[in-house]
């Protein structure tokens, strides 16, 4: 395998200084550990959102550390979630008083780690409160979860948090605004191709040169089904449909949609995606508000996509349209 | 060094050595069922727990015990780190007043407390509930109950773990990595169930070696660690 890589035990380590030598006016690292914050941490007046998880998803989580979105994110190892001290060193570190607000994505290690963080720091005084985000509608249980995966749907509860967060909105409703989000997402995947991950350094799962997997998790764990392949115009049909029928939504609702790149999937592909994708709302009645496309949470180099969806009223349209100023996502 | 504090340092020190003794043996049992990594991870968490309490100056047995647990928290990682050491670290406060009889029972019982809290398990979902719950209740009777020394009420533990240990071959894993092969997780032995049947060992034999009297109450009398004796009871 041709990778861009030095030693597979420094790829975190060396992504993380490289990402913040890109935003030096943006983002500082806390000395010791695999977080990364705001420069201007902790963020007077405002509740702290934070977030967290295993690497290989950039840009999560770190490229949505800004105005407007997260104070701060830990970066696991590839695919593996950060411990909990890191998470502690976190959540203090973007506490200025008003608490923090910790999105997690449902994995047991991500749980687990991030519970008994947040724990140790109510221990001395930090105010915390937890969204778990678990959008994924492909499977219900699975190698690294109890109950369904968090994935894509992620971003949108950054967004929404954060906004509600720099509106000077207290914890407890920065925390209900990111459960709203949560409540009404769903997403699917597939893979065209397996991840490699550094330490490996070969494909984790195989998929034959005529097959796809759909239902694929970010961390190439097993989906629903693996077929033979598909067009792009079928393959977006059978993940919306998976996803719309989960969300069970009435006719003439709004919705966000996001067509997410896997890692090695062209914008071309992507868009041609969207493009059936819009069709298919359409058809079942459903007005898209607000269309994303690109890499949001990609799983190292697998080719592929996922489909968010998700249902939005006034008040999360507010959040979700809101300026935000990260290194990965800007709006005005 | 207090000689409790030290007694707490040769413990963390003896399973350090014993799980990298088991580490093979671990691995093997977690490949079957799991990603194979928790016999490294134990080991690796271990031995630098021992480490870092070999360099604490005159620490008291809950420094030792909440030093271990976050040393195994950065280590360890995944869930074993929160579950091992998240739950070393929050009962390492029972034994901020000393080590005593009512000390040692509240130690036990709030560990068993955080790891089933974390990880939301019940006895017979093939994990280290199973060797856990039988070997604190065990311990907590042996003491209140049958009024028996702590260094007894532990070796009565480690027989209740290890038939908890036992216990686990033929059941279906309902919580951890293992769940997800449904009823291929049948015929295995849990890995944490055995890790943690080990670290109950080690505990034991370490107890019985120093022949650590622990006292009714932590301010009667310190604990006391006799001159070590070349015996094996």
């Known amino acids: ?332 | 060094m207090s000689e409790a504090g030290l007694a707490v340092v040769t413990a963390v020190e003896n399973v350090a050595e014993r799980l990298e003794t088991e580490r093979t043996r671990l691995t093997e049992l977690d490949s079957a069922i799991g990603d194979a990594d928790h016999g490294g991870n134990m080991a690796r968490g271990w031995a630098a727990a021992a480490e870092t309490v070999g360099e604490l100056d005159d620490p008291d047995p809950a420094t030792v015990v909440q030093t271990t647990g976050k040393t195994l928290l950065s280590e360890v990682g995944g869930a074993s780190g929160p579950l091992y050491g998240g739950s070393l670290v929050f009962a390492a406060a029972e034994l901020d007043g000393g080590v005593d009889r009512e000390s040692v029972v509240g130690f036990a019982e709030t560990y068993l407390e955080k790891v089933q809290g974390r990880g939301d398990a019940e006895v017979g979902d093939q994990t280290m509930v199973d060797a856990l719950v039988p070997a604190v209740h065990t311990f907590t009777k042996s003491i209140e109950t049958d009024d028996l020394p702590p260094g007894e009420a532990l070796a009565k533990a480690v027989d209740a773990a290890r038939r908890g240990v036992a216990f686990t071959v033929p059941l279906r894993a309902s919580k951890g990595r293992a769940s997800y092969l449904g009823w291929r997780s049948v015929g295995h032995q849990d890995p944490g169930a055995t890790s943690t049947l080990f670290i109950l060992e080690t505990l034991a034999e370490t107890a019985q070696t120093l022949d650590i009297d622990v006292p009714d109450t932590a301010d009667a009398t310190s604990p006391t660690i006799p001159e070590a004796e070349d015996t094996n009871g």
């Open chain 1, 1 to 332: 395998m041709k990778k861009l890589i030095n030693d597979p035990e420094d790829v975190v380590d060396e992504m993380l200084d490289g990402m913040i030598s890109a935003h030096p006016d943006r983002l500082r690292r806390l000395p010791d550990t695999q977080v990364v914050v705001r420069e201007d941490h902790p963020v007077d007046g405002k509740v702290g959102v934070v977030s967290g998880g295993g690497s290989g998803h950039e840009p999560t989580h770190a490229g949505y550390i800004g105005d407007g979105m997260l104070d701060g994110a830990a970066a696991g190892e590839v695919f593996s979630s950060p411990t909990a001290d890191e998470f502690e060193a976190l959540i203090e570190a973007c506490d200025a008083g008003d608490g923090v607000l910790a999105v997690v994505k449902n994995y047991e290690g991500d749980v687990m780690n991030f519970d008994t963080a947040i724990e140790l720091t109510e221990m001395t005084g930090t105010n915390v409160a937890t969204v778990v985000v678990d959008d994924d509608v492909a499977v219900e249980d699975s190698l690294y979860t109890s109950g369904r995966r968090g994935v894509c749907g992620t971003i949108l509860v950054h967004k929404a948090a954060g906004a509600k967060a720099v509106a000077g909105a207290d914890l407890e409703e920065v925390q209900r605004v990111a459960q709203k989000v949560v409540d009404n997402v769903g997403t699917m995947g597939t893979a065209l191709t397996s991840c490699v991950t550094p330490e490996k350094g070969e494909p984790t799962f195989d998929l034959g040169e005529d097959e796809i997997e759909l239902g694929i998790g970010i961390h190439g764990e097993p989906g629903t089904e693996r077929t033979a392949k598909m067009s792009a115009d079928e393959i977006t049909e059978e993940l919306t449909e998976s996803v719309l029928s989960d969300l069970d939504l009435s006719e003439g609702q709004e919705v966000v949609s996001i067509v997410n790149g896997m890692g090695a999937t062209p914008l071309m592909e992507l868009f041609i995606v969207n493009n059936r994708l819009q069709e298919l709302l359409g058809e079942h009645g459903l007005e898209t508000w607000d269309a994303w496309v690109g890499d949001y949470m990609t799983s190292l180099d697998m080719e592929g996509c996922s489909v968010t969806v998700c249902a939005v009223d006034e008040e999360l349209k507010e959040l979700l349209g809101a300026t935000v100023d990260t290194p990965a996502l800007t709006a005005q």
